[in-house]
């Protein structure tokens, strides 16, 4: 029996729906993709914005804490320097009456040795003498508890003066400490920060990343970030590259910086930027190895006000060129 050809359309709709099935998958596995890709930059985002906002807030406590140290040290000075400005005017008036006091003895002194100078004294005038006399010992007596009073609050004056003196050392010292710290605070908080580190073997000629065996030099980049307390302005980014003999890379014992804790340390590259508040910058430079480069594990750290602000152990080299992040 012949068989007829069929010309109809059974078998196009199954090829059809194979074509549909794959790109329903196809957009699925796309959508889960922007999806995660939404989610983690929310998350991202979410994390940068709770960094901040503690950063924020660790500025307002340290400046309450700054602002109340220097109100009682100050509270503390005023009440010393009170003290001794009493003091001082008693003293003042102390001597006031020693002075006066002084005037009245030598005045009786005087009168006493006119009437004694005469030859002969009638009874009055030898009973004036005799109420001078008594007079002039009881100003005597006077003078003398005053000069003891008087070299006591000289005594007392003395010791409030090395009291001030100790106070106001101290005043000081506190206000260094607390500008000291909170200069400090200001360096972190100001402090850019760095992501996005990557290195690569580079052709240093040609400016193109190569395999790790062609490569004599090495690309490393990252992008700056800052916050609002980050003042524009020049800033000069410390870069410390580690190869993986656990060397600094192009390392030179002159080339070092110093840390906020006042120590100093070594560094690959001073790289300067001009930063501009509220914009991120992208840093690309190539370093030009000294020595063949090798595969393995690098190092890198990068600081700025003296404050690590990233880093990132990067897998470079071998068969395929790039650096991989661990």
Do not use: C, H
Not at 6 to 12: A, D, E, K, V
């Amino acid at each position: 029996m012949e068989t007829k050809p069929s010309f109809g359309m059974g078998p196009q709709p199954n090829k059809n729906n194979k074509k549909l099935d794959k790109v329903v998958v196809g957009l699925s596995i796309f959508l889960v993709l922007i999806v995660g890709l939404s989610i983690f930059l929310y998350m991202d985002r979410n994390d940068k914005v709770a960094v901040i906002e503690q950063r924020d807030q660790t500025i307002i406590t340290n400046q309450q804490e700054f602002d109340s140290t220097k109100n009682a040290l100050q509270m503390e000075l005023t009440q010393a320097v009170n003290k001794l400005d009493s003091l001082q005017n008693k003293n003042k008036d102390l001597q006031a009456d020693l002075s006066y006091t002084n005037r009245k003895l030598n005045a009786s002194k005087i009168y006493i040795e006119k009437l004694l100078s005469k030859d002969k004294l009638n009874q009055k005038e030898l009973m004036t003498a005799k109420f001078a006399v008594e007079e002039m010992t009881k100003n005597v007596t006077i003078l003398n508890a005053q000069i003891a009073k008087l070299k006591q609050d000289d005594s007392n004056l003395t010791v409030i003066n090395q009291q001030l003196l100790q106070t106001n050392d101290s005043l000081q010292q506190a206000l260094d400490a607390s500008v000291k710290e909170r200069d400090k605070l200001e360096l972190i908080v100001s402090a850019l920060q760095a992501s996005g580190i990557k290195i690569d073997p580079v052709d240093v000629a040609s400016k193109q990343i190569v395999a790790g065996g062609k490569a004599d030099g090495i690309k490393v980049s990252f992008r700056l970030d800052g916050t609002k307390y980050s003042p524009s302005g020049q800033r000069f980014i410390y870069v410390i590259l580690t190869g993986p003999d656990n060397k600094i890379i192009n390392g030179d014992p002159n080339n070092v910086f110093m840390l906020s804790d006042s120590t100093q340390k070594q560094y690959s590259n001073l790289i300067k930027i001009d930063y501009v508040q509220g914009r991120g910058a992208s840093v690309n430079y190539i370093v030009k190895l000294k020595n063949p480069f090798v595969a393995g594990k690098y190092n890198i750290e990068v600081y700025n006000n003296g404050i690590k602000i990233g880093g990132a152990n990067i897998v470079a080299g071998g068969a395929t060129s790039g650096g991989r992040r661990r």
